[in-house]
């Protein structure tokens, strides 16, 4: 992408709270609109969102990004907030300071991802909150109340949609993720997508149950492309394109599939890039290999080998195993960002070549960032607009119908339990 480009992009296509919460960054940050616009225009083609658990996750993804030449987005769930060092509200000021430290010109959305409601009176605590996420430089959020039922999951949306700007990257959810349990339909996902209409709003993007878990999966069949596909086409009318959570612990091939046969322009990957940033193996399907009951840490990558003895007798210590081992990153990002130079180069660089792939190899993103710069240079502004306008009634989606059509969906909803990454 030529300079030019970049310079006119960076001119127009940062929204308002992004100028001015760094007012004086060379750093591309746009609307979550422009990275899945640029998706579309490229064709069968799809991002990664790299969930930045750590500083090294973001810097190795924004290195890749800007290697492949292609727009992405950096994302923190609300759930991850509590047990990482990067939270909602510092996620925006760590990617702006990276892009400015490495000279990053590709263009990036931060992402809220997973903001979720779990019952109705979760619903004014967001209204009160989400407005803040917005303030220090967030570019885009997914709203999951997918475990409320799918009337309230409507309303719960509709309700909140005011404290979204409008020119913000939006996704929403339906089916709550839990593996072969509860996959989702094009009934359900219609339903939502006909009230948003109907309230003005227009989803960029929605995820769905389509077979896959949070976390490591380590067997079941993973991602369903040919539901995925089913359910997208049952959207084309409402411009709302596809979410891909659970992406660790799906083959590449499985990925170019949804990739190439699906609307899906976001690939969410968390547990992967973990693992890769520490020195653990992991295999095709982003799984990290054990050894034993304990994870194969490869000796001379990633952090420190004696750091990750500490990492490791701390686990121990605190009865942290499995896919719990995500708990350590707040506890010590402190001790990798005292290594050496090269140890944290190294942990960055690991991150770096795992999303290249991904990128160019796998996804289809390579050189997307141009576009995503032309299509604000086309629109002249950091506002895209929505994809579709309302077209349908509003008075046939009141909170009374929509009560009374929710009765008329029979899904299965799969198990209750704890299925948060």
């Not at 750093?27 to 990664?48: F, H, N, W």
């Not at 579709?388 to 029979?410: G, L, N, Q």
Request: net charge negative; aromatic share 8%; charged share 25%.
């Amino acid at each position: 992408m030529s300079q030019d480009t970049f310079k006119k992009a960076l001119a127009i296509g940062r929204p308002p709270n992004v100028v001015k919460n760094f007012p004086g960054s060379q750093a591309l940050l746009v609307s979550g609109k422009v990275i899945d616009r640029a998706m579309i225009e490229k064709g069968k083609a799809m991002t990664i969102a790299a969930n930045g658990r750590n500083i090294f996750i973001i810097k190795g993804a924004l290195m890749a990004a800007q290697r492949a030449n292609a727009a992405i987005i950096i994302e923190i769930a609300r759930s991850e907030a509590t047990y990482c060092p990067t939270t909602l509200w510092n996620i925006a000021r760590r990617v702006d300071y990276l892009c400015n430290k490495l000279g990053i010109t590709i263009p990036v959305a931060i992402h809220a991802d997973h903001y979720f409601m779990k019952k109705w009176d979760d619903v004014a605590v967001a209204k009160a909150e989400i407005p803040s996420l917005f303030d220090t430089g967030i570019t885009s959020i997914a709203i999951d109340a997918s475990h409320m039922t799918d009337d309230l999951n409507l309303l719960a949306n509709i309700e909140v949609g005011p404290s979204i700007p409008s020119w913000a990257g939006y996704e929403t959810e339906i089916g709550e993720i839990k593996g072969a349990f509860g996959l989702s339909t094009p009934v359900e996902a219609k339903f939502l997508a006909q009230g948003l209409n109907a309230h003005g709003m227009c989803a960029d993007w929605i995820a769905l149950n389509n077979g896959t878990t949070h976390g490591i999966e380590a067997s079941g069949e993973g991602i369903q492309v040919e539901l995925t596909a089913d359910v997208h086409k049952a959207l084309a009318p409402y411009g709302t394109s596809g979410a891909q959570h659970g992406t660790s612990g799906n083959d590449s091939a499985r990925l170019k599939e949804i990739a190439a046969q699906t609307q899906t322009t976001k690939a969410n990957v968390a547990t992967a890039l973990q693992m890769i940033s520490w020195g653990v193996k992991v295999n095709d399907f982003g799984n990290a290999i054990m050894d034993g009951d304990r994870f194969d840490k490869v000796p001379g990558e990633g952090v420190a080998d004696e750091i990750w003895e500490e990492m490791v007798e701390y686990a121990d210590a605190n009865g942290i195993k499995g896919g719990d081992y995500k708990k350590l990153n707040l506890s010590f990002e402190r001790r990798w960002q005292a290594q050496s130079p090269v140890i944290r180069e190294r942990m960055a660089k690991a991150v770096e070549d795992f999303i290249h792939y991904m990128l160019v190899d796998v996804f289809n993103a390579a050189d997307t960032a141009p576009i995503a710069c032309d299509l604000i240079l086309k629109a002249e502004s950091y506002d895209l607009g929505p994809k579709v306008e309302k077209f349908e009634d509003p008075s046939d989606w009141t909170e009374k119908k929509i009560k009374a059509r929710a009765t008329e969906i029979d899904t299965d909803k799969g198990p209750t339990g704890d299925f948060d990454d």
